[in-house]
Every structure is written in C-alpha cells, then in structure tokens.
C-alpha cells in the first residue's frame, strides 16, 4: 500500500460521517474523526491506538519528516502485529487506510475530537488551541495531553472551555494502559462521559483526575524522579547503583535514572518547574543536575547521552562512558578489593528476617549459627528454616540433597557466647537502637578480633550502633531485603569508620550469595527507602487533599507508572506504623518540609489502623485470627 503523502489537501480529510468500524455498537456517542496533532512519538502511539481500534485518524505535523516516520511507525508495528497473529492482514490494511497525515491544521476541520500532543511548552499549546478553536466545528471536543502546563488556563483561551479537557496517555501509549481523564472546572459533564467512553473502547483504563501539575501518576512519579537525581547529584551513589537498588528492591521496570533519560531530562525538567509552581514544595524544585543537562543538550535517548550513554541518538543500547567521562561521572569510589576471609555466620535473631538471612547464607554454603535469647527460640527459626526449605525442594528450586545439605549447616544456639568464632556476624533483631546496641556491645566481647560485625538495620544510623563497640572500623550495615531468599538486593552500608576490607568482604559474601550488592554511605533510609518512602508519603497527601481516591491513585500508579503494586496497597502491607517510623527518620535527618509525614498517616496510626495486619489500614481487610 502506498504511504500517504503529507502533502495531502485538507479536503480530502475524512468527513465527520465516518464510522468507528469495529468498536462497540452500545458505546454511544463515540469519535468518529479523531485528529491528532504533533507526531512525535506520543501522537504517534495515540494514532496507532486509534486507528487500530477502527476511527478515522487525521495525523497533523509540520514536519513532513516526521509525518512519514509516524506512518513507517504505524506499518512496522501493525506489521509485527501480523506476525504474531494478533491482526489479520485485511485488519492491517484498513487501519493504515484509516490513517492519514497533513501539514496544516485545517484538516481537523471535521474531527470529532483533537487530541493535541505538541512540545510542552504553553505558549506552543496556546497557539494550536486558540486556532483549533476556529478551525473545529463547534460541537468538537479540543482535549490536550499536556501532563503539567493547566488545562484550565488553555481550555480559558477557548470560546468552547467546557468542551476542553486532559487527555493524557502513557508512553508507550499502544502498550499502556492508563490514561488520565483531566476534567477542569469548565468541562461539562458530557464531554468528559464520552471521552470516558471512548477510553474504555480502546481497552483503556480511563482515571478521573482533577486540574494540577503531573496529575496523579506523574505527580508521585516525577517527585521521586528528582530526588533519584538529587541523590546522583550529591555522589551519595552511583547512577547504576541507584537503579539497580530500585528495579531489584521495589520490583520496577527501570530505576529512576534510566527512565529520566527515557521520558527526556528537558521533559521532566519541565514537568518539575510546573509542579514547583503550583506547590513550592522543595522535593519538587528540580535537581540542578536537570538543568545543567537540559543546557548541555544531554537530553537522554533522544540525544543520545542524558545519565547514561547510549549508542545513538534515539537508541535504547547503554554503551560505556569515555575514560574521561567516566572519572568526572563517578559519584563514588570503587569498591575497595581484598575482603576479609568468611566460612562461619552466626546470625543474630531469631524472627522473619534472621530466618530467611540464615537461609540464603546456609544455601550459600556457608556454616550458620542461629543466635536467639534463648535456645527454643533459636530451634524454632531453624525449623521454619527447614519447612522453607521444604517448599523449595516441592517446587523444583531444590534438590532433596541440597536441602538436606543446607539444614546440616545450620546450628541453633541460644547463647550468643556460640558466635565467638564466626568471621561474620549479621544481627537482625528489632529494629530498635538502643535494642541494636546493647547487642553490638555484647557482640564486641564475645566475637573474635578481626570478625565483621554486620546490622540489617533499613533505617537508623549504622555508624550510632557501630560506636558502641571498640571496633567500630569492623562494623558494617547489610541491608537485605523482605523475603532475604527471594530478595536479590543488599544495601551495603559503610560510615566513615568502617575499615575499606570489611565494605569489600560485605560486597564479596554478597557475590558469594548470589546477591546484588548496591554500595551507599551512612545515612537515613539509604538507597531505596530515601526514594521509596517521601513518593508514599506523598500519595497519602494526595488522597488528604481529596485529589484522588485510594483505588485510582493505586491503579494509576500500577498502570502508568509500572509499578507492582500501588502505594495504598504497599503501605498497608509493610504496616502505617512501620512506614510513618521510617518517614519520621527521613524528617529528622533532612529537616526538609516535603518530607514530613502525612498528619493522615499519623492519624491512622494513632487510632490503630496499621494495615493488613490489624484488619484495617487504607483498606479494610479480614481480621487477622486471634493468639
């Protein structure tokens, strides 16, 4: 079939009695026409969704380039859809024939809705309305997938503003399947209706939200975007380190880096500026770093360099940095080399996580001594230890012999007098410091010279609970992550007495467990839980503001955002009570007011609600059985 020129004429754009084809036939009131303008590469996976799913679609572009890339796009992805069975080759035929493309506004002449996705930039976006608004019968809805300029002060430049509204898709919009439905003080309540519709007819999940910067899913995302770069910026860690410790500590797709130089640094710049303005909330100013990359043209993919290098402007392939490049990029030192010798473990503690720490390191090969307060306590840790094991064995993730192997290595001792000839001692008791302490001490009288204390602490200072030995140089923090077996994330955690020998024997046992060690200095809530808990902390002051509900917030968050689970239904599992504990630290420590928690979270706290385990958190749950 032959590509469609963008010299096309407007008169030969679809008339507005065009039918959607295949979609529903009792979804009323549906687009016919739908008219995209800007085909980068957000107007063309909105395009490629529309015409896909049977309307007419009106592509308009300046740039007769980057017409033709939309329609090369379109071909190329129709034709894997082919491939793969998905489509039949008459389906594909008719949804490139569906798929037009011109260089000038008056083809949207006869749309029934114009969905514009230009620069994000205002005064762009006020040009293209305050014409649309001329150019558009007056029935059309004009919709803008702006994600921080206001739609409220476009949809005012209009003699239409209660046919404007937010519409704004996920990239890739094809793959995604969120999509913000922005209603401003001026959008009637049938415009939004049926452009709700015609998101549900695209096998979407259309959110409501209201008129503000980033809405809810970049709201929460952008906000710990930035402090990802802050944390770069600061050469508290690595940029590799960063993302590694968020992809494999909170399961998401890309760490933040990553996905800064995805969605474009000159992008999220933008977006943050937006967000500052309308909260002047610190966590929202945009990390210098941002700047000075969006001045230097390191824009990310696009430009190909942004945090990292890549092979070619538009490429997704990491490639590594010049030599020069390299030394000036390093936050960090490299990971000092000649680790001290482990054969024994002793573990200290004897609940959840002292079991699965004495497990990974038992099926490491390793020789564990369980160290509990008393002997039953010690026994019963390893004997969920060995049901643990039990259940790898049944799903095929372990052989009778190795289980049988690992549950020989392990000793339960009710005397922590047992660990004085281990090389490497990992407490994992309450988190508590003055509890973290008192056992440090008794680990400096009992543990041989030279042995390397750890603690598994997610929160306090390790260098508090390091001082209260006479060997502080030989402590270090370990920070596994809940359930130890299946976690592949460790937070090695130096401070500035700990000994470079015991930061490279941390990060050498990890290697021997098979485990991701991610290298940070002392301070509160490391890597993961300094990005992690200020984004919580931030969706409940968003339902506190009656911006969202609990559900839209979790679903646009798991939809848009690729998140495992959304922050409502996270906080209610690690517990209110627990998550307010940690976002008090990060307070304390930064005295930044963004980072205060919630007077929300604090009110759940204190009536009780502390999620799945009492019943009720921000969801209500069934009781837990009583003991």
């Known amino acids: 079939m032959d590509r469609p020129s963008s010299s096309a004429s407007p008169e030969s754009a679809p008339s507005a009695a065009a039918s959607p084809g295949s979609l529903p036939v009792d979804v ?7 008219a995209v303008i800007g085909l980068g590469t957000m107007g063309t996976g909105i395009a490629e969704v529309m015409a896909r799913a049977g309307h007419e679609v009106v592509g308009i572009d300046l740039d007769p380039a980057a017409a033709g890339r939309a329609v090369a796009a379109l071909e190329r992805s129709t034709g894997r859809a082919v491939q793969r069975g998905r489509i039949s080759e008459a389906e594909r035929a008719d949804a490139l024939a569906r798929f037009r493309t011109f260089p000038d506004l008056q083809a949207a002449a006869a749309a029934d809705l114009v969905i514009e996705v230009v620069d994000e930039r205002y005064e762009t976006k006020r040009e293209v309305f305050t014409a649309l608004d001329r150019i558009a019968k007056p029935e059309a809805i004009l919709a803008t997938g702006t994600n921080a300029l206001s739609v409220t002060r476009l949809a005012a430049e209009t003699s239409r503003p209660d046919r404007v509204l937010g519409l704004h898709f996920f990239a890739p919009a094809p793959v995604m399947k969120l999509v913000e439905v922005v209603s401003t003080v001026l959008t009637s ?26 809405f809810i899913a970049d709201g929460l995302l952008f906000g710990y975007l930035n402090q990802a770069a802050a944390m770069y910026e600061a050469r508290y860690a690595t ?6 410790a968020m992809r494999l500590g909170c399961g998401l797709p890309m760490g933040p880096l990553a996905l800064l130089d995805l969605i474009g640094v000159d992008t999220a710049t933008t977006v943050l500026d937006a967000m500052y303005e309308a909260s002047h909330d610190r966590l929202h100013a945009p990390a210098p770093v941002l700047r000075q990359l969006t001045a230097a043209g390191l824009l990310g993919r696009k430009s190909g360099r942004g945090f990292y290098r890549y092979e070619a402007p538009g490429s997704g392939v990491v490639v590594p940095d ?35 720490i004495a497990e990974v390191f038992a099926k490491g090969g390793f020789d564990v001594l369980i160290a509990a307060r008393t002997l039953e306590k010690a026994e019963q840790a390893a004997a969920r230890l060995a049901k643990s094991l039990d259940r790898s064995v049944a799903k095929g993730r372990l052989t009778q012999e190795q289980r049988d192997q690992a549950v020989a290595r392990v000793t339960p001792t009710g005397s922590y007098d047992a660990l004085a000839d281990a090389d490497l001692v990992v407490e994992a008791v309450a988190e508590d410091l003055f509890v973290k302490q008192q056992l440090f001490q008794t680990l400096d009288k009992v543990c041989r010279p030279g042995a390397v204390l750890a603690t598994t602490t997610s929160s306090l200072p390790v260098v508090a609970i ?3 030995t006479g060997r502080p140089q030989d402590v270090v923090g370990m920070h596994f992550f809940n359930p130890a077996p299946a976690m592949k994330l460790v937070e090695v955690v130096h401070t500035v007495l700990t000994a470079d020998d015991v930061r490279a024997t941390a990060h050498q046992v990890c290697g021997a467990l098979r485990k991701h060690p991610v290298d940070c200095a002392d301070r509160a809530g490391f890597i993961v839980n300094a990005l992690l808990f200020p984004y919580l902390n931030n969706a409940v002051k968003m339902l506190q503001d009656h911006y969202a509900d609990v559900d839209a917030i979790d679903a646009a968050m798991k939809l848009g955002g690729g998140y495992p689970m959304g922050p409502f ?3 209610d599992v690690v517990g ?30 204190s009536a009780g609600c502390l999620g799945r385990k009492t019943g009720r958190g921000f969801r209500e749950y069934a009781r837990p059985a009583a003991r």
Do not use: Y
Not at 189 to 214: C, F, H, N, Y
Not at 239 to 244: G, L, M
Not at 576 to 594: M, N, T
């Open 569 to 571: 239904e996270l906080l």
């Open 239 to 244: 940029r590799e380190d960063i993302d590694a």
């Open 189 to 214: 309540p049938p415009t939004t209706a049926a452009v709700t519709a015609l998101v549900r007819s695209l096998g979407k999940e259309p959110v409501p939200v209201g008129d503000r910067p980033g």
């Open 322 to 356: 010049t030599a020069e490049a390299d030394t000036a990029d390093s936050p960090t030192a490299a990971t000092p080399a000649g680790g001290r010798s482990v054969r024994t473990v002793g573990v200290a503690g004897s609940g959840t996580m002292a079991t699965g």
């Open 576 to 605: 209110l009570d627990v998550s307010l504990a940690i976002e008090q630290v990060l307070h304390e420590e930064f005295r930044d007011p963004g980072l205060a928690p919630a007077p929300l979270l604090e009110h759940l706290v």
């Open 466 to 468: 390091a001082r209260s």
């Open 28 to 34: 009323p009131d549906l687009p016919a026409v739908i």
